[in-house]
């Protein structure tokens, strides 16, 4: 193994999309926020890791590496609104 990070396929960064478009139509409760989150967050981080192994520039990278942490600063905010039982963001 050369120690290259695998391309996030086509049809994961779809799904999130796809979960994005379902959760923007119909408001979820937090639970499935921080799931959607989650997985968003992990495919941001490993297009971040791509970019780093593939030599684009150090811009590119930084703002791969900023979504990625934003949407797991938020998707632990939303675990955390799940497990102190709010079932709720208060958007839906």
């Not at 996030?8 to 119909?26: H, K």
Request: overall charge negative; glycine content about 6%.
């Amino acid at each position: 193994m050369s120690g290259q990070p695998a391309a996030v396929p086509a049809a994961e960064i779809s799904a999130v999309l796809a979960w994005a478009a379902r959760l923007t139509a119909a408001p979820a409760g937090t639970i499935e926020t921080a799931a959607y989150l989650t997985a968003k967050a992990s495919v941001l981080e490993r297009i971040a890791a791509e970019r780093e192994h593939g030599g684009w520039t150090r811009t590119d990278i930084d703002a791969a590496r900023q979504a990625a942490d934003r949407a797991r600063q938020a998707a632990d905010a939303a675990a955390r609104l799940a497990a102190a039982g709010i079932t709720s963001t208060g958007e839906d």
